[in-house]
C-alpha cells in the first residue's frame, strides 16, 4: 500500500474540560497531597474520569482510584467530580464525609445544570426537555442539579424528534425550555425545537452544545471529498467520538473507529492513498501523534 498523505482534522483530541480535569487529576497524583500516606488523602473518581481507557489506565497507574459510586470512597478522600459532572445529592454525600472534592465539571455542563435548575424551577414553571442519551452521566448529573421534587416531575429526556413527538401532551403545552447534552449534533437540536415547536405555545431553546463538540464535527466535514478513508480514534463509550463517526459516514467517507493504535486494520487501509484522522474530545495528543506515525509507516 502506498499511502501519500495523512490529514488530521484540525480540532481533534482533548477539548477546554477534558484537559482541565485530566491536569487536575494529574496534578494532585503528582503531589505529596496525592500520596496515601499516613493522613494524606488518596485520590478518587466517581466513575471514569473521561471516556478512554488507555488515558484512565495511566491515572490509575499514578494511584487514582475509581468508585462505582460515591458509596465506593473512603470518608475523607480527595475525590475529582469529573466533566460530565455529578448530582448536588452526591457531592453533597462526599462533603458529609469529610471529603475534600474538586469539582471539575466542564463549564458547558454546568452552564446547562444551571439552565435546568432555573427553568423548572417552580418560580419559573417551565417543562424542560433534555436532548441527549438518558444513560449518560451528563444527562443524569443536569437532572441531578434539580433539587426540587416537583420541579424534577417537569423534565423529560428524549434522544431524537419521535421522542419529542410522543411527549404527553399535557407536558409541552404550555411553555417549554430545551436544553441539550453538549456533545449533540446542533442539527438535531434543532430538528427537535422545530417539533417542539408546533406543540407548544411557549418554547425557550438553550443551545448548550460545546463548541469543541461544534468545531470536532465540522472539521470532520471539512474532511470529505478530500480522503480515502477517515480513521476516527476514541474511547468506545465517548458519546462525541461516536458522533464524528456518524457524521464521517453521512460524509460518504469510509469510516474506521478505534480505541487504540492496535486496533488499526491494515486491510482496510489496502488501496487508500489519502487517509483522514479525526478524534474525540477524550482523546489524549500522544495517541493522535501515534496513529499517524503508524500510518505513515505503512
Known amino acids: 500500500m502506498e499511502i501519500r498523505e495523512i490529514i488530521v482534522a484540525e480540532h481533534a483530541g482533548f477539548c477546554f474540560g477534558v484537559k482541565r480535569a485530566v491536569d487536575g487529576i494529574t496534578a494532585a497524583l503528582e503531589g505529596a497531597e ?19 481507557q488507555g488515558e484512565v489506565a495511566r491515572l490509575c497507574g499514578m494511584g487514582l482510584h475509581i468508585a462505582d459510586d460515591a458509596d465506593g470512597v473512603p470518608d475523607g478522600a480527595r475525590v475529582f467530580i ?17 471529603a475534600e472534592v474538586s469539582d471539575m465539571t466542564c463549564p458547558f455542563v454546568r452552564r446547562a445544570q444551571d439552565y435546568a435548575a432555573e427553568f423548572s424551577s417552580p418560580s419559573v414553571g417551565y417543562h424542560v426537555v433534555l436532548l441527549g442519551d438518558v444513560r449518560h452521566p451528563e444527562i443524569r448529573s443536569i437532572i441531578g442539579h434539580v433539587e426540587d421534587d416537583e420541579a424534577r416531575g417537569r423534565i423529560d429526556v428524549v434522544s431524537g424528534v419521535e421522542d419529542a413527538l410522543n411527549l404527553p401532551d399535557d407536558s409541552v403545552a404550555r411553555r417549554v425550555a430545551l436544553i441539550s447534552q453538549t456533545t449533540q449534533r446542533e442539527g438535531l437540536l434543532a430538528a427537535v425545537a422545530s417539533a417542539l415547536v408546533l406543540r407548544t405555545k411557549e418554547l425557550h431553546v438553550c443551545n448548550t452544545i460545546c463548541r469543541a463538540t461544534v468545531d470536532r464535527q465540522n472539521a470532520v466535514r471539512r474532511l470529505a471529498g478530500r480522503v480515502d478513508g477517515l480513521v476516527v480514534i476514541g474511547g468506545r463509550e465517548s458519546a462525541n467520538t461516536a458522533k464524528l463517526s456518524d457524521i464521517g459516514a453521512e460524509a460518504g467517507m469510509d469510516v474506521l473507529r478505534i480505541e487504540d493504535v492496535g486496533e488499526l486494520d491494515w486491510g482496510w487501509l489496502s488501496g487508500k492513498h489519502r487517509i483522514g484522522i479525526a478524534a474525540g474530545a477524550s482523546t489524549p495528543q500522544g495517541l493522535i501523534t501515534e496513529l499517524r506515525n503508524k500510518i505513515a509507516r505503512s
Do not use: C, F, K, T
Request: proline share 8%; charged share 20%.
Open 82 to 98: 469529573r466533566a460530565h459532572g455529578e448530582s448536588l445529592a452526591v457531592i453533597q454525600a462526599l462533603r458529609d464525609r469529610g
Open 34 to 52: 496525592g500520596r496515601p500516606v499516613g493522613d494524606r488523602p488518596s485520590v478518587w473518581s466517581i466513575g471514569m474520569p473521561i471516556h478512554n
